[in-house]
């Protein structure tokens, strides 16, 4: 397969350079990837100024690789439209550092890459490892090239997008794979206030991500109990339940619409 690999780590982020490794031992792959990490950025673009994508040395057995000076939709977004000479089978994302689980999918731009593949109708997948070391990203990589033989076969639908999660572990391997929902993945917020050098306070975002009451069949528990967490998700955000409701609620035009001159 032709395979794009991104990420939000930055091009030289252990993560992706295992990933991409792994993957070019048996695909073709092209890895376009932010110059500096873009953690945390979403599916932000950059509008108001211009990118630049320059060819670097990557990872063993990879067709290119490019660091480009914006977020991850930025690279994906330019891979497809500018960089590849054809259009890839497959949009990888990752190893990130960290989890993606829950409502972290909306912030993460490991996901947002992804997202940005199946926006432009090429299946992704996205892929994070539940740890913060630079250990582990051997084994996640491993089992991301087995994962790609079984899928192989499925013809995946061009909206198909897998958010895969890999528990960090020590020791033996993974306990097993579930297919899982997003969980709830709460953080209890809180800022830090400093004084800056000039008198001024700053706010700085801390705090831990709460995992209380969190189902059985959710991401965040299968990886908790050291399991691979696949969870098929999609930009399509209508709340279907609640479709009808609204629509109940007979909303309509009650007063002009254009501006009265008295
Ligand atoms: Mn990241």
Same mark, same amino acid.
């Given at each position: 397969?032709?395979?794009?690999?991104?990420?939000?780590?930055?091009?030289?982020?252990?993560?992706?350079?295992?990933?991409?490794?792994?993957?070019?031992?048996?695909?073709?792959?092209?890895?376009?990837?932010?110059?500096?990490?873009?953690?945390?950025? =979403?599916?932000?673009?950059? @509008?108001?100024?211009?990118?630049?994508?320059?060819?670097?040395?990557?990872?063993? %057995?990879?067709?290119?690789?490019?660091?480009?000076?914006?977020?991850?939709?930025?690279?994906?977004?330019?891979?497809?439209?500018?960089?590849?000479?054809?259009?890839?089978?497959?949009?990888?994302?990752?190893?990130?550092? %960290?989890? /993606?689980?829950?409502?972290?999918?909306? $912030?993460?731009?490991?996901?947002?890459?992804?997202?940005?593949?199946?926006? /432009?109708?090429?299946?992704?997948?996205?892929?994070?490892?539940?740890?913060?070391?630079?250990? =582990? $990203?051997?084994?996640?990589?491993?089992?991301?090239?087995?994962?790609?033989?079984?899928?192989? +076969?499925?013809?995946?639908?061009?909206?198909?997008?897998?958010?895969?999660?890999?528990?960090?572990?020590?020791?033996?391997? $993974?306990?097993?794979?579930?297919?899982?929902?997003?969980?709830?993945?709460? $953080?209890?917020?809180?800022? +830090?206030?400093?004084?800056?050098?000039?008198?001024?306070?700053?706010?700085? @975002?801390?705090?831990?991500?709460?995992?209380?009451?969190?189902?059985?069949?959710?991401?965040?528990?299968?990886?908790?109990? /050291?399991?691979?967490?696949?969870?098929?998700?999609?930009?399509?955000?209508?709340?279907?339940?609640?479709?009808?409701?609204?629509?109940?609620?007979?909303? %309509?035009?009650?007063?002009?619409?254009?501006?009265?001159?008295?």
């Amino acid at each position: 397969m032709r395979i794009l690999v991104s990420n939000d780590d930055g091009i030289q982020a252990p993560g992706i350079q295992a990933l991409a490794e792994a993957l070019a031992t048996e695909h073709d792959v092209t890895v376009v990837a932010p110059d500096r990490e873009r953690s945390a950025t =979403g599916h932000s673009l950059t @509008l108001h100024r211009p990118l630049r994508a320059d060819q670097v040395p990557g990872p063993a %057995g990879v067709r290119a690789a490019w660091a480009v000076s914006g977020t991850p939709s930025d690279c994906v977004k330019l891979a497809l439209g500018a960089l590849l000479v054809a259009p890839p089978d497959l949009v990888c994302s990752g190893i990130n550092r %960290g989890p /993606n689980l829950g409502t972290d999918v909306l $912030y993460s731009g490991t996901v947002s890459a992804a997202l940005e593949g199946v926006i /432009n109708g090429v299946p992704s997948l996205a892929f994070s490892l539940a740890s913060f070391s630079d250990q =582990g $990203y051997e084994r996640a990589a491993e089992f991301a090239r087995q994962l790609l033989r079984q899928l192989h +076969e499925r013809r995946l639908p061009p909206k198909c997008l897998l958010n895969v999660n890999l528990p960090a572990l020590q020791g033996d391997g $993974y306990a097993g794979v579930r297919v899982t929902k997003l969980g709830v993945r709460k $953080y209890q917020d809180s800022f +830090e206030h400093r004084t800056d050098p000039r008198g001024r306070t700053l706010f700085w @975002l801390a705090g831990e991500a709460s995992e209380e009451g969190e189902a059985p069949d959710t991401d965040v528990m299968a990886v908790r109990e /050291n399991c691979v967490s696949i969870t098929p998700i999609h930009y399509d955000m209508t709340d279907y339940a609640l479709l009808g409701t609204v629509r109940d609620w007979n909303v %309509g035009l009650t007063a002009p619409t254009t501006p009265q001159t008295t």
